[in-house]
């Protein structure tokens, strides 16, 4: 089993900056993909960013709204992944999932189903 924990969610103004962080424990692969994911009110569970790892190395493949805004990182040390959001808009409220796969997609996934754990989810309010 693995578990995940995120932090770092809270209230900004649109245009402010955030850093969510997920801590991870429990079992460990040699390689698997992490990915941050959001809900918002009335919608579905949506992609936001897929972080494919092996043996340290690290990619990242984001989706076209959030690129050039968003930028996730992972420390294995630490077993943790970053997600630093900047130019928040108010669209962008919604609770933040952190989620990991067992499998390894070298070109990262944008499909919720693929992801095997989840986080708690921290909410993140971008006010106009």
Not at 7 to 27: D, F, N, T
Not at 89 to 105: G, M
Request: charged residues 15%; hydrophobic residues 35%.
């Amino acid at each position: 089993q693995v578990q995940l924990v995120e932090s770092g969610g809270g209230l900004v103004q649109a245009g402010g900056s955030l850093r969510l962080s997920c801590a991870a424990s429990g079992r460990t692969f040699n390689s698997y993909t992490m990915g941050w994911l959001r809900l918002a009110p009335g919608a579905e569970r949506y992609f936001v960013v897929s972080i494919p790892i092996t043996w340290g190395a690290h990619s990242t493949y984001y989706a076209d709204y959030v690129k050039g805004r968003f930028t996730a990182a992972s420390d294995n040390a630490k077993n943790t992944v970053y997600l630093q959001m900047s130019s928040l808009k108010p669209e962008d409220t919604a609770v933040y999932y952190c989620a990991a796969a067992r499998a390894y997609y070298f070109k990262g996934t944008a499909n919720p189903s693929d992801y095997d754990y989840w986080g708690q989810g921290t909410q993140v309010t971008v006010s106009s």
